[in-house]
Each structure stands twice: as C-alpha cells, then as structure tokens.
Nanobody
Framework: VQLQASGGGLVQPGGSLRLTCAAS????????MAWFRQAPGKEREFVAV????????YYSEIVKGRFSISRDIAQNTMDLQLNSLKLEDTAVYYC??????????????????WGQGTQVTVSS
C-alpha cells in the first residue's frame, strides 16, 4: 500500500489547513490510520489516530480540541483538519496505516505503511 499525503502549506497563526492522506488501495476497517509529525530538530511525534473498532478518534494532548481526524473507508482517504494553528505546529506531517493494537497506537512501530509527508508551516 502506498500512502500519499497532501494539503500542507504556509498559514498564519490562528489559521486552518486540511491535510489528506490517500491510499493506493483499500485499507479496511482492521487498519488504524494515523497522523504523526516531525518538527525541525525534533523526533517524530504522534498526532491522531482513527480505527473504527476503537470508537472515537484519539488525539495527542497537544492538538486535542484543535485538530480533527476523519476517515472515509470507501474512498481510502483520511483527512486531518488543523484549526487554531500555532507556530509550534510547524512540522512535516506524515500519515500512516497499520494493524496496530490499541496500546501501541501512539508508537511509530505500530504502523506498517507511511506516506512521504507534507510540510505545514505556521508563520506570521
């Protein structure tokens, strides 16, 4: 499976962006799909994840209440709506998919497939 992330760009603080992750083939409900991000000079960190059997999406505390993940299984896509963006949200955002278990959902090792990343820059 190939994942393609898109939608990044330059936005002012307080602005919004919508990222999309498109899969090259169907990713069924048994897969979790997630977003991670990596800021310059920092390690990649978990942002959000969605898996139907887990119920509601799960977010990192840093983005909770500002970001929203949505998934369209029929279209093989996953979106991340980024609202109220802050300077510290600047990073390359990566989408990922894998048959991870709930206890591993925030760990990169739980995901098999990765997109190439899309740059989000928050700057005034």
């Amino acid at each position: 499976v190939q994942l393609q992330a898109s939608g990044g760009g330059l936005v002012q603080p307080g602005g919004s962006l919508r990222l999309t992750c498109a899969a090259s083939r169907q990713i069924d409900r048994s897969y979790a799909m997630a977003w991670f991000r990596q800021a310059p000079g920092k390690e990649r960190e978990f942002v959000a994840v969605s898996k139907p059997s887990w119920g509601r999406p799960y977010y990192s505390e840093i983005v909770k209440g500002r970001f929203s993940i949505s998934r369209d299984i029929a279209q093989n896509t996953m979106d991340l709506q980024l609202n109220s963006l802050k300077l510290e949200d600047t990073a390359v955002y990566y989408c990922a998919a894998g048959r991870t278990i709930a206890s591993m959902k925030t760990y990169q090792s739980g995901y098999t497939y990765w997109g190439q990343g899309t740059q989000v820059t928050v700057s005034s």
